[in-house]
């Protein structure tokens, strides 16, 4: 089935994490991958030692793309594409029983990946895959073909008062 896990609220990919980590745990074999996020994201020491579960690359240094100019958004789109195309060809060719794409409708609104491949994969993704995914305002066909929608929504936040992001809670 398909999951997404969406909106301007803390918590998406920590419930995709959640769920791959049932899922490892349950001996589902589990492909994870991370758009618009670097190697040092807190989540990927944890889950790269967690039995069944894969990462993908990451790159280890990236600009949130308000910051970055249009030739360090084309390189990363560039980056994207490729990390999109490999972990489709992995979850179709290597056995995966879930894959969770994090940050993917976010990277799709910043022009990195195109909307078009990605609802070619999940439209016609294998029913015996999961396909968790999340980011900020995913493409309302996408969202039509989910099972779970579960949009996260900020009441209150500390960024609303100037704190930045921190080291193991937000990152």
Same mark, same amino acid.
């Given at each position: 089935?398909?999951?997404?896990?969406?909106?301007d609220? !803390?918590?998406k990919?920590?419930?995709?994490? @959640?769920?791959?980590?049932?899922?490892?745990?349950?001996?589902? !074999?589990?492909? #994870?991958?991370?758009?618009?996020? =670097?190697?040092?994201?807190?989540?990927?020491?944890?889950?790269?030692?967690? %039995?069944?579960?894969?990462?993908?690359?990451?790159?280890?240094?990236?600009?949130?793309?308000?910051?970055?100019?249009?030739?360090?958004?084309?390189?990363?789109?560039?980056?994207f594409?490729?990390? #999109?195309?490999?972990?489709?060809?992995?979850?179709?060719?290597?056995? #995966?029983?879930?894959?969770?794409?994090?940050?993917?409708?976010?990277?799709?609104?910043?022009g990195?990946?195109? &909307?078009?491949?990605?609802? &070619?994969?999940?439209?016609?993704?294998?029913?015996?895959?999961?396909?968790?995914? =999340? @980011?900020?305002? +995913?493409? %309302?066909?996408?969202? %039509?073909?989910?099972?779970?929608?579960?949009?996260?929504? !900020?009441?209150?936040? +500390?960024?609303?008062?100037?704190?930045?992001?921190?080291?193991?809670i937000?990152?």
């Open positions: 089935m398909i999951h997404i896990y969406y909106g609220g !803390k918590g990919t920590t419930a995709a994490i @959640g769920l791959a980590v049932r899922a490892a745990g349950s001996r589902m !074999k589990v492909l #994870f991958v991370q758009f618009l996020k =670097t190697e040092f994201s807190g989540e990927r020491h944890t889950l790269s030692h967690t %039995e069944n579960i894969t990462l993908t690359f990451a790159p280890v240094d990236l600009k949130f793309t308000y910051d970055m100019d249009e030739t360090e958004k084309q390189k990363a789109a560039q980056l594409r490729k990390i #999109f195309d490999d972990a489709v060809t992995r979850v179709l060719t290597q056995g #995966f029983d879930m894959i969770v794409l994090d940050e993917v409708s976010t990277a799709v609104e910043a990195m990946l195109s &909307e078009h491949e990605l609802y &070619e994969f999940v439209s016609n993704v294998p029913k015996n895959i999961e396909v968790v995914m =999340t @980011g900020h305002n +995913p493409p %309302e066909r996408i969202l %039509e073909l989910a099972d779970y929608v579960t949009e996260m929504k !900020k009441i209150k936040h +500390p960024y609303d008062k100037g704190v930045q992001a921190r080291f193991g937000e990152f």
